[in-house]
């Protein structure tokens, strides 16, 4: 935690500084809560979520003109509520100082690591979890025993008004605060000086993220997107596969970070796919335009962004699978079928670009090798799905790839287990939130030696020639001998 010395940002909102400077001072007078504190915040967070579940419902769908319920109770709340009660649970371990080993040169001393909160936490929220994607680094950095600043987003701002409302409820200003708003407020927040920052959002505007958080040398938790790949072996059977993919593709109409981006298939089994997948998206989702279980995409210019996407494929010559059981049209709603894109080329932009919607590109392969390559070829992504009954061959696959985080015969659910770290490596992001790591990322680990009233140092002191310090050299030149190298 550093001192609340703020330089001025020059800004269109200057309570920022306000609110932070208060938060730093709050912080300070309160700089190592205790169990029982920590597990209050948690609490009034739970019992927050699970009385306004029903508008925090309501609100998310209009924010996407029409959001799954049931999404958002699995993808928003749920794991919020399983979140919270898997620190509430943990706290007293994670808190324990941990005892460390004490090296010959320091005995007798105590060696600990103190696991110390690092102050306020800047948190960015994107628009496509409005809800979780703000509360789950928050539960992290209250657990942690931090203060913390969200900055909803933009394109979401019937869920970013209600969750500043919830939140003013609970919290003091100067305990947890929410500030809504759009680039310009996004920039001078992720200009404050935070302990930590907490940005998700996409990989473009991570590096501007990291570049302004550099300026304060604030350390950063990118949580940033990319190109998930699902890899399918010839052995698995492809009817499973495509309902498994089918389920979380079309989870908020693959508006998701962890969505599979594309599908690397058995060449021979291309067209068997096409049909399972059409299928099983065709069985959940009967009918599309006035389906409440079928999300829509959360703005015009996002729309507008995937349909082009589909004219660039389809003018550079892919075949397009529109999924549309009813054979309806769109044009006067945010809805848009789920399409499957084969024949795909690396000149087209869905190859190119994070998909981030209902488009499935297809590409087949001949040897896994070929088809770990590819994914190798690439940045490294935020999530990797294979599909393998095969346990000793999946993990050689999981060896010979990097992803942020993997499921083997799934997708996505990683993200629902709380026990596991949460983020992406070198482009889809750094840091992590959720499980034991979670709790590290947002405390300062901070080493200490305790020395007792025998003061070995004393008899090791110069004049350097003596006794005790030659002793000394002596053991160690006989603990430490030269090694032979096994090559
Ligand atoms: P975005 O990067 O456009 O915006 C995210 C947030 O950053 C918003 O709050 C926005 O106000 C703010 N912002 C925008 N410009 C900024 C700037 N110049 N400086 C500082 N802040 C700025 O992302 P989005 O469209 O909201 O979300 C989609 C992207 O987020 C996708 O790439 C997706 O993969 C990624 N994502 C990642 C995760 C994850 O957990 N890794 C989760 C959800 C979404």
């Known amino acids: 935690m550093s001192a609340p010395h703020l330089t001025p940002v020059k800004s269109e909102t200057p309570d920022l500084e306000a609110l932070l400077l208060a938060q730093k001072k709050a912080y300070l007078a309160d700089p190592m809560p205790d169990r029982a504190a920590r597990v209050r915040r948690l609490d009034k967070l739970h019992n927050a979520l699970i009385d306004n579940k029903a508008r925090i419902i309501a609100a998310v769908s209009k924010d996407f003109s029409n959001r799954s319920a049931a999404e958002t109770e699995l993808a928003e709340i749920m794991p919020l509520l399983d979140g919270i009660a898997f620190y509430r649970k943990r706290l007293r371990k994670f808190m324990k100082p941990q005892r460390r080993h004490a090296p010959l040169t320091l005995m007798p001393a105590s060696i600990q690591v103190q696991y110390q909160p690092v102050g306020v936490v800047g948190i960015v929220v994107p628009w496509n979890f409005p809800i979780f994607l703000a509360l789950s680094p928050l539960v992290g950095a209250l657990a942690a025993g931090n203060r913390a600043m969200l900055k909803s987003s933009e394109f979401a701002p019937a869920s970013g008004d209600l969750l500043k409302e919830i939140i003013a409820d609970i919290f003091s200003e100067d305990e947890v605060t929410v500030v809504a708003g759009g680039v310009e407020v996004a920039t001078e927040f992720t200009k404050l000086p935070f302990d930590h920052l907490v940005f998700t959002g996409s990989t473009q505007v991570g590096k501007i993220v990291m570049k302004a958080a550099a300026d304060n040398l604030t350390p950063v938790t990118l949580e940033l997107g990319g190109k998930s790949p699902v890899i399918i072996h010839k052995d698995f059977p492809i009817d499973e596969a495509a309902s498994r993919i089918a389920f979380g593709k079309g989870i908020n109409a693959g508006q998701v970070c962890v969505s599979p981006d ?119 992504p935020l999530a990797f799905y294979y599909f393998d009954w095969d346990k000793s061959r999946a993990n050689d696959i999981l060896a010979r790839t990097h992803a942020g985080g993997a499921c083997i015969n799934d997708t996505m659910s990683h993200v629902m287990a709380d026990d596991i770290p949460f983020g992406g490596i070198g482009p889809s992001g750094m840091g992590h939130y959720h499980g034991e790591e979670g709790f590290r990322n947002f405390s300062k680990a901070k080493g200490v030696v305790r020395k007792g009233r025998i003061n070995a140092t004393a008899f090791v002191a110069p004049p350097w020639d003596n006794f005790m310090f030659n002793s000394l050299k002596k053991l160690q030149a006989m603990r430490f001998r030269r090694r032979n190298i096994q090559e």
């Open 262 to 380: 594309y599908i690397l298939c058995p060449r021979d089994k291309v067209n068997a796919f096409c049909t399972a997948f059409a299928d099983s998206m065709s069985k959940a989702y009967p009918a599309l335009r006035d389906n409440q279980d079928y999300t829509a995409i959360i703005t015009d210019r996002q729309k507008t962004r995937l349909e082009g996407y589909l004219k660039d494929a389809e003018a550079k010559g892919a075949e397009l699978i529109t999924i549309n059981p009813k054979g309806e049209h769109f044009n006067d709603t945010r809805k848009m079928p789920m399409t499957l894109i084969l024949g795909a080329t690396e000149e087209m932009l869905v190859l190119r670009e994070e998909i981030f919607g209902p488009i499935l590109p297809v590409i087949p392969y001949d040897s896994i090798d070929e088809a770990v390559a590819y994914v190798n070829d690439r940045p490294r």
